[in-house]
């Protein structure tokens, strides 16, 4: 399972580093993802990193603000989130993905608890 931490509050314009790690097993092999979900929303994709982290996705909203890579040493994909809006304001969430150019829900595993980011404005 994956575990997601450094959520928090934080006003508008501000940043926040998000980090996901796993318990018990590696995910080196695996491409990695981030979600967010805002109340009475649906879970929507944030970001994703191939295995090696040389190749990245973003969705619209956040290209240009967030950034996400990994240290596989560490067993560890991060989330930095630069600019923060109110907007940004959800749960979010890791996960992992054998393919690449997914950005469904659906198309990745192993869930875990999220981190709630809460954004001032």
């Known amino acids: 399972q994956l575990q997601a931490s450094g959520g928090g509050l934080v006003q508008a314009g501000g940043s926040l580093r998000l980090s996901c790690a796993a318990s018990?097993?590696?995910?080196?092999?695996?491409?990695m993802g981030w979600f967010r979900q805002a109340p009475g929303k649906e879970r929507e994709f944030v970001a994703a990193?191939?295995?090696?982290?040389?190749?990245?996705l973003y969705a619209d909203s956040v290209r240009g603000r967030f950034t996400i890579s990994r240290d596989n040493a560490k067993n560890t994909v991060y989330l930095q989130m630069n600019s923060l809006k109110p907007e940004d304001t959800a749960v979010y969430y890791c996960?992992?993905?054998?393919?690449?150019?997914?950005?469904?829900?659906?198309?990745?595993?192993?869930w875990g608890p999220g981190t709630l980011v809460t954004v001032s404005s």
């Open positions: 996960a992992t993905t054998t393919g690449w150019g997914y950005r469904a829900p659906a198309d990745f595993g192993s």
């Open positions: 018990g097993r590696t995910f080196s092999g695996y491409n």
């Open positions: 990193v191939t295995w090696s982290g040389r190749a990245t």
